[in-house]
């Protein structure tokens, strides 16, 4: 893989990556074909869906340049990171619980949407990614809909 | 922590909660399901402010920690807490992509299936240089290690190991690795170190980036395992960049974990 991706999947990790800069898909994958599942950024604590049983089950992707900390398991609750973490913890499940009624074509846009307002380095989810990860069909057929634009090799929102 | 007896009524139907609650003893009824100690209650509807659905009922007298923000938690049900939360986001993860529960038994081939290539919607998957290498993998790892048995002491074991990489018999070493890697007690840190070595030295860098992800299996500390990768950093970083062998590593170091995990 191209794009740099964080030790997760199938990893015991003790300790969630506290992201400081940049952007991070996660991805998760069908038997037909990956999945783009959220974008974390700056702010957000990456990781959490090893807590179920012990170990990851995503892939993280680092779409951009990035910096980040790991904070122990441990940590979590220590004053320098508490209201960062239940903050980041308040938003995440908003997002979640909203996806649960949502087509995945509307957290797609959700996610491209999020990449423009966070990010200073890409507008939107770069070609090169969406290639790599096998997940074109699904931003072609938002593409087709016009619902999102392909502009300098990256799938943006219109914005 | 409150006290409520039995037929008492917790939240009503139709209730925006103000409060969520752990249970430490007791048990609480809930859209006809049972939910004993260590759960949380409206945990969710409390966050997103939302009405609940069904109201919930004591079924059986209860203790209940109750919290008005979901920063009150303390360190000793953070772990049942975070526990909860990954559930929970990892089942709507699933069950929007995959339109099933959350499984890693699924999840698993479904990446193994991402990786072969089996996908229709991926650019590499009549990349033949992929396939002979992951089937090269498969044979390593499946067709050989039946016929393998293991020396009673770990010297001796560290002596095959070694003596496979020497002899250049790479297929022997992942086999015997493989099936070593929890049966003996020692410690592997210098061990690790060693077989780095020694792989630089035949100059394989697939077999050194597998030594690297055993370390990540078998030493707990990760800086040692931060030690070892910066030690050996520009053999790694300079030494034909092959991201197909990085992503077969990756393949086959998912699927050892994965087999220990299986298998508790």
């Known amino acids: ?159 | 922590m409150i006290e409520l007896k039995k037929n008492e009524i917790l939240i009503e139907k139709e209730e925006i909660p103000k409060k969520f609650y752990y249970i430490v003893e007791g048990e609480i009824e809930h859209n006809r399901k049972v939910l004993g100690k260590e759960n949380f209650l409206a945990l969710i509807h409390f966050i997103t402010q939302t009405k609940v659905n069904e109201r919930y009922k004591v079924k059986k007298n209860c203790k209940l920690i109750e919290f008005s923000d979901i920063d009150e938690i303390e360190e000793d049900i953070l772990p049942d807490f975070l526990k909860y939360i990954s559930r929970y986001s990892n089942n709507i993860i699933f069950k929007n992509t995959l339109n099933k529960k959350f499984s890693i038994n699924e999840l698993i081939n479904n990446k193994e299936s991402f990786i072969k290539g089996d996908s229709l919607d991926l650019d590499f998957s009549n990349d033949e240089d992929l396939n002979e290498l992951l089937n090269t993998f498969d044979y390593f790892m499946n067709e050989k290690e039946s016929e393998i048995s293991l020396p009673e002491n770990f010297d001796d074991y560290k002596k095959e190991l070694k003596d496979s990489i020497i002899e250049l018999n790479i297929s022997k070493f992942i086999n015997y690795c493989k099936k070593g890697l929890y049966t003996y007690e020692e410690e592997w840190d210098d061990f690790l170190d060693e077989l780095i070595d020694l792989a630089i030295t035949i100059n394989d860098r697939a077999l050194v980036l597998y030594l690297l992800y055993v370390a990540g299996m078998k030493i707990n500390d990760y800086k040692k395992i931060n030690d070892l990768i910066k030690k050996n950093w520009e053999f790694l970083r300079f030494n034909n960049n092959n991201i197909w062998i990085d992503y077969a590593m990756r393949f086959v170091n998912n699927q050892l974990l994965f087999e220990e995990v299986l298998k508790k």
């Not at chain 1, 220590?78 to 308040?90: A, E, G, I, R, V």
């Not at chain 1, 507008?123 to 931003?139: N, Q, T």
Request: glycine share 6%; with cysteine; charged share 30%.
């Open chain 1, 1 to 159: 893989m191209n794009y740099p991706h964080l030790k997760n999947f199938a990893a015991k990790n003790n300790g969630l990556y506290y992201l400081k800069n940049g952007i991070v898909a996660s991805v998760t994958y069908s038997k037909k074909k990956p999945f783009l599942v959220h974008i974390y950024t700056p702010g957000d604590f990456v990781g959490i869906d090893k807590f179920q049983e012990g170990i990851g089950v995503l892939d993280y992707f680092i779409l951009t340049e990035c910096d980040y900390e790991i904070v122990n398991d441990e940590e979590l609750t220590d004053q320098k990171y508490k209201q960062s973490f239940f903050d980041f913890l308040k938003t995440f499940l908003h997002e979640i619980t909203a996806y649960r009624s949502e087509s995945y074509e509307k957290i797609l846009q959700y996610n491209l949407e999020k990449i423009s307002r966070f990010s200073n380095e890409i507008e939107g989810l770069p070609l090169a990614f969406v290639k790599e990860m096998g997940i074109k069909s699904d931003l072609d057929k938002l593409l087709e809909n016009n619902k999102i634009i392909l502009e300098d090799e990256e799938y943006k929102i219109k914005k």
